[in-house]
Nanobody, 122 residues
């Protein structure tokens, strides 16, 4: 009923920038929370940043001041601008959307994208 399509990952040198995008499609009326999580090899999936429909944001301490999350409600799309990237930012980044209201009145919860690889290396 809802599909998430991520884009923007890749290989970048330390200190570089990348911008991730995640577009949600389907018969969507609204989405409360959109966010990004990441998982490095051997590690648990961890929160990177979230943004709610009223614009409230939350960031992991490790990315504060370097990453910026934003969303376009008209396009049901969330973005993650990543600056000053470090090798420790290398991970698969997953888009997450939660509390989705469909046009038929049904609410859906906790959808995940397929993940996009971000590699920071010289």
């Amino acid at each position: 009923q809802v599909q998430l399509v991520e884009s923007g990952g890749g290989l970048v040198q330390p200190g570089g920038s990348l911008r991730l995008s995640c577009a949600a499609s389907g018969s969507i009326l609204s989405i409360y929370a959109m966010g990004w999580y990441r998982q490095a090899p051997g590690n648990r999936r961890e929160l990177v940043a979230t943004v709610t429909s009223d614009g409230s944001t939350n960031y992991a301490d490790s990315v504060k001041g370097r990453f910026t999350i934003s969303r376009d409600n008209a396009k049901n799309t969330v973005y993650l601008q990543m600056n000053s990237l470090k090798p420790e930012d290398t991970a698969v980044y997953y888009c997450n959307v939660d509390r989705i209201r469909l046009r038929n009145g049904i609410n859906l919860y906790n959808y995940w994208g397929q993940g996009t690889q971000v590699t920071v290396s010289s």
